[in-house]
DNA sequence: CACGAGATTGCCCTGAGGGCAAAATTGCCC
DNA sequence: GGGCAATTTTGCCCTCAGGGCAATCTCGTG
């Protein structure tokens, strides 16, 4: 398993993971605006000062993960053949991605939904969302060059397919785990498919 | 004219508007980062305490402008007709508060425009847009009630819609006024009902 | 093993955010 | 008009965020 990372990139990589870790820790255990950026470096063992060097913010601390995880949504979408539909290669990556990472404790997942509501984690998350939206654009513009109806086609359906993801999430995180998340994701995107044929 | 606002409240409403006004104006003129809240409670004739009575943020006083701008448009989507369809009523209300305001000074708006791409301006913007989409999402749901696709088509057109705006603006935003912004809206919006029949 | 690139840390300064109480302003009654 | 209560404005203070800078330490390589 050995990787051609070199030590210094591997320990940053840990201290990066590290101090994401402590912050995601501390900020459900306390709450957001109880934590600060020394507690955070503190529980990480580094110095306030190297927090700074790798995050901007706590919020820019703690949405790490879901950098990490849209940047490998982003990878395996742009894995998928050149010819396939736009829609069902969202599919199929999205499916894929949920796939690879079994990982979800609901009591932790639902102190991360409450964390989630904090204005200044949403405003920042929304701001990703956004960023994510227009790669999506992009690689849906790729697929099918020429369409009559670009860039408005490509726009709508990025927008269409991320909120598609976000109900589907919403309603099956109700009706806690009642059904496999995979089936309700495949389900969802399925009934909105109709409209970009 | 007279108003049954007491001197109170339009001292108060009067405060709030030059506040936001001096935000915009001095991050207009010097960019974002380099106001402080002390200019702009300044240039608003109140002190720093009060500027921070008003508003939470720079971010927040800037974009007070937008937050009156949408309760407007959601009380004149509210406004239509009960039974007139949801995408039809989206439109004209869209329309219809997009003529009640036609100040527009492009040079103005180019401004504004670089203004928004600020990060901190952009995440508070989003979070507001989510809200909106929110807002939308209900309304639109209460005028085909008991649609079989809910919650899912409400949602989806919702974000089509506010979608399909930013889109239209984009466009119309590069190639300057070349065409009215009401036909560009009517003609976008009207593309992509076809997936909302 | 020595040395250069890169990472960590401490120090410092400016600005944001917000509690609190004193002072000013407004609304209302006599 | 004058007095009084409610509301707003202001000044003072304290903690935390953000980030520049230089000293120090660690890793990778000749």
């Known amino acids: 398993m050995e990787e051609t990372t070199t030590l210094r990139e591997r320990k940053k990589e840990a201290t990066r993971q590290a101090l994401h870790e402590a912050a995601l820790r501390l900020a459900l255990e306390h709450g957001l605006d109880a934590v600060t950026r020394d507690a955070i470096a503190d529980e990480a063992n580094v110095s306030r000062r190297t927090f700074s060097n790798y995050f901007a913010s706590k ?7 879901d950098r990490v ?7 395996m979408l ?21 796939r690879e990472r079994g990982d979800l404790d ?4 639902a102190r991360l939904r409450l ?8 405003a920042e998350q929304m701001a990703a969302n956004a960023k994510l939206e227009d790669e ?3 690689e849906i513009a790729a697929r099918d060059p020429g369409h009559p109806d670009e860039p408005m086609r490509s726009r709508v359906m990025a927008s269409a397919f991320l909120t598609t ?21 495949r389900a969802g995107l399925a009934r909105v498919a109709e409209r970009f044929k």
């Open 59 to 65: 919020e820019d601390a703690i949405l790490h993960g």
């Open 115 to 122: 964390l989630r509501r904090h204005p200044s984690i949403l």
């Open 165 to 185: 993801l976000r109900v589907v999430a919403g309603i099956w995180a109700e009706s806690n785990g009642s059904e496999p998340l995979d089936e309700a994701i």
């Open 106 to 109: 609901p009591d932790w997942l």
């Open 69 to 75: 995880r849209v940047q490998r949504l982003l990878e």
């Open 136 to 138: 999506l654009a992009t």
């Open 78 to 98: 742009r894995a998928r053949p050149a010819r396939e539909a736009p829609w069902q290669a969202l599919t199929a990556a999205t499916l894929a991605h949920y």
